[in-house]
């Protein structure tokens, strides 16, 4: 058995929790409870006939960069990096999380989720302006509801494919 710890980053209320517990558990809860810390969750994934446990890290919004936030990062292979599609001010702030999440892992790889999609109408999501927002050309982009589960699957799937490649 394969084990990857994957980081979620983003800023303080994107939905980073609701998407773990989404997959995890297939469970979305109205209630915002904020994370402190660091909760870690894992996941075992039947891909490729072979099993991959994902040790889910669930890291509070850690605007400030300090010493312990960066320390959550170490020795992570991927990141989900979750930003608010209703806040894209959250979009912007994602940019400096990867720097630093890449600064400490050099090689992780990252998804980027564009998360709260029930929230908007289709048409205003743009992808292309998005990802050139972000600066991460080469990571897949998925818009992702934990609420209805919509591309959540996809994206620790995609982030999951990439860290095996």
């Keep these: 058995m394969i084990q990857k710890k994957v980081c979620t980053l983003g800023m303080f209320g994107v939905g980073k929790t609701s998407l773990?517990?989404?997959y995890v558990n297939q469970l979305f809860e109205e209630k915002y409870k904020t994370t402190i810390?660091?909760?870690?969750d894992h996941k075992l994934v039947a891909l490729e006939a072979m099993s991959v446990n994902l040790l889910l890290w669930d890291i509070a919004g850690a605007e400030e960069e300090t010493p312990a936030a960066d320390n959550y990062f170490r020795g992570a292979h991927g990141a989900l990096v979750v930003y608010d599609v209703t806040r894209l001010e959250s979009a912007r702030v994602t940019a400096e999380y990867c720097e630093r999440f890449l600064r400490i892992t050099p090689h992780a790889k990252l998804v980027f989720a564009g998360n709260?999609?029930?929230l908007v109408e289709a048409g205003q999501l743009n992808a292309n302006e998005l990802i050139k927002m972000l600066g991460q050309k080469n990571a897949q982009h998925f818009f992702t509801s934990a609420k209805t589960g919509e591309n959540v699957e996809r994206a620790f799937a995609?982030?999951?494919q990439a860290?095996?490649?």
Excluded: Y
């Design 163 to 165: 860290m095996l490649s």
């Design 37 to 40: 810390g660091v909760k870690v």
């Design 20 to 22: 773990v517990r989404r």
């Design 116 to 118: 709260k999609s029930d």
């Design 158 to 160: 995609a982030l999951t």
